[in-house]
C-alpha cells in the first residue's frame, strides 16, 4: 500500500511540475511577443543626399577698365561674357540712339539679303534635290535644339540661318513659291534709303589683346585680382558690395583669362575644406553646374570664419554679370541606405586582427563597431553601418553586398524594443 501511495505522490509532483514549467514557458512566450508588438521597425531602403554649404561668394578676375571719351551714345559690337581678339571692335560711339538703330537694322536687312541671294543662287537649286534636302532639314533641326538645349547659342543662330535657306529651297524645287526676286528688291531699296542716313562711328574703342568683356565696372578692378588674393582679409571681403559704377566714360572692362577665382568665408572648424578637393558651384542665377578646385583655406584664428579660395575654367556670359552672388558649394553627392539617427547602436565584436607572435595562432582583440539591431523573424541581430553621409535625423550607409555583417537592402531596422 505504501508503495502505490508513494507512486501516485510522485506521479503527481511530476504532473504538477510540468504544469508549472508549461504556466512558465507560456508566459514567457507571451511577454516576448508582446515585446516584439511593441517594437517599431524601418526597411532599409537605397536613398540619396547631396552634402553642400551656401555661402556668399565674391568673384576675382584680372581685369582691365576700358574707358571712351564719354560724349556720345555707345554701340557695343560684343556681348558680356563674349570672346575679343587682339585689335577686335569692343564698341562705336555714335551721336545719337537714333543712328544706332539705323545701323542695327541696316546690319539686319543685310544678313536677310545674304539668305535670300543664296537661296536664289542657281548652284543651290540645281543640287539641291527634295529627299536630301528633306533629310538634311531634319537632322539640323535635331542639332538646332540639342545646341540650343546645351545653351551654344552662337551654333544656335547658325543653325538658325542654315535651316532658313534649306526650308526657303525646299518651297522653290516643290514649287510651293517661285522665287523671291520681290522680296530681294525690297530689301536692296529700303537699304539704299537707310544707308543714306547713316553716319561713320565718331570713335572706335577696340581691344588691346585677346580677352573677354564685361560692359560694367564695379571700382573692384585693381582690389580684386588674382595677385591680390593672397592678401585678402575677412573683413575686405564682409565689405565687398554688389554695385555698378555710374561713371559715363566707362566703356567695359576687358577679362584676361577664363580662369576666374570664387573667395568667400565658411566654417572649417571641422576640416570639411582642404586645398586641392574639387567641388561643384550652382549659383542663385544660373542653372548650370560647374566644377571648381579649392586652392586655398585660410582662417585668422578662428576656424569658424575660414577664407575659402576656389578655381574654375568654365567662363560664359553668367558668370560676369554680378561681383558678389550667393553659391550653393556642393561637397559630394551620396547613395546609401537610410538609417535613423535614433536606430543607431554601438556594439563591441571580437575580432581576429593578426597571427600570434609565436605563429601558433591568431590573435583576436574587440572593436566597438557602429550599427544597428535588425529583426530577423522573431531573431533580434546586429548588423554593423558604414557612414557615407550625415543629415540631420539620419545617415546613410554604404552597401557591403559581400559581407552579411554590414545592414542590407530591406533589412527591418529596429527603431524602438531593443537596446
Known amino acids: ?61 584680372d581685369e ?40 542695327r537694322e541696316i546690319d539686319r536687312l543685310e544678313k536677310e539679303l545674304a539668305i535670300l541671294e543664296k537661296i536664289q543662287n542657281p ?5 539641291a534635290q527634295p529627299l536630301n534636302l528633306s533629310a538634311s532639314i531634319e537632322e539640323n533641326f535635331r542639332n538646332y535644339i540639342y545646341c540650343r538645349d546645351i545653351k551654344d547659342y552662337e551654333t544656335v543662330k547658325s543653325d538658325i540661318d542654315t535651316l532658313l535657306v534649306e526650308m526657303s529651297t525646299y518651297q522653290i524645287i516643290t514649287n510651293e513659291v517661285t522665287d523671291f526676286n520681290q522680296q530681294i528688291a525690297d530689301i536692296n531699296a529700303e537699304l539704299e534709303q537707310l544707308r543714306q542716313q547713316s553716319v561713320q562711328p565718331v570713335e572706335i574703342i577696340s581691344s588691346e589683346r585677346p580677352a573677354y568683356f564685361a560692359s560694367y ?7 580684386l ?30 577679362i584676361g583669362d577664363y580662369n576666374w577665382y570664387l573667395a568667400g568665408i565658411v566654417d572649417n572648424s571641422r576640416k570639411e575644406y582642404e586645398a586641392g578637393k574639387w567641388v561643384s558651384l550652382r549659383f542663385e542665377t544660373s542653372a548650370d553646374t560647374y566644377d571648381a578646385e579649392i586652392v586655398d583655406i585660410r582662417d585668422e584664428g578662428n576656424p569658424e570664419e575660414s577664407i575659402i579660395v576656389i578655381v574654375c575654367s568654365q567662363f560664359n556670359e553668367e558668370l560676369v554679370q554680378h561681383r558678389c552672388e550667393n553659391v550653393e558649394l556642393i561637397m559630394g553627392n551620396y547613395r546609401g541606405l537610410k538609417v535613423p539617427r535614433e536606430a543607431i ?8 586582427t593578426s597571427e600570434s607572435t609565436d605563429g601558433t595562432g591568431t590573435v583576436s582583440e574587440s572593436v566597438n563597431y557602429k550599427g544597428v539591431n535588425i529583426l530577423k523573424g522573431e531573431q533580434v541581430e546586429f548588423k554593423k553601418i558604414d557612414v557615407i553621409y550625415e543629415g540631420s535625423d539620419y545617415v546613410l550607409s554604404a552597401v557591403h553586398e559581400n559581407d552579411n555583417s554590414y545592414l542590407s537592402l530591406y533589412d527591418d531596422i529596429m527603431i524602438e524594443g531593443v537596446e
Open 64 to 103: 582691365q577698365v576700358k574707358r571712351y571719351s564719354g560724349n556720345g551714345v555707345l554701340s557695343y559690337s560684343v556681348s558680356d561674357g563674349g570672346k575679343l581678339g587682339m585689335g577686335s571692335i569692343i564698341a562705336e560711339v555714335y551721336p545719337t540712339d537714333a543712328q544706332i538703330s539705323i545701323n
Open 123 to 127: 548652284g543651290t537649286l540645281e543640287s
Open 225 to 254: 585680382s588674382t595677385d591680390t588674393i593672397g592678401q585678402l582679409t575677412i573683413e575686405q571681403l564682409k565689405g565687398i558690395e554688389d554695385k555698378k559704377e555710374t561713371d559715363n566714360t566707362v566703356v567695359g572692362k576687358l
Open 1 to 61: 500500500m505504501r508503495s502505490n501511495k508513494s507512486d501516485s505522490g510522485i506521479i503527481v509532483k511530476i504532473l504538477r511540475n510540468a504544469v508549472l514549467i508549461l504556466f512558465f514557458v507560456i508566459f514567457i512566450s507571451i511577454v516576448y511577443n508582446f515585446r516584439n508588438k511593441e517594437t517599431t521597425t524601418e526597411s532599409a531602403l537605397m536613398a540619396e543626399a547631396t552634402s553642400s554649404k551656401t555661402l556668399r561668394g565674391v568673384f576675382i578676375r
Open 345 to 352: 547602436r554601438f556594439k563591441d565584436i571580437q575580432e581576429e
Open 217 to 223: 565696372c564695379d571700382g573692384y578692378e585693381e582690389l
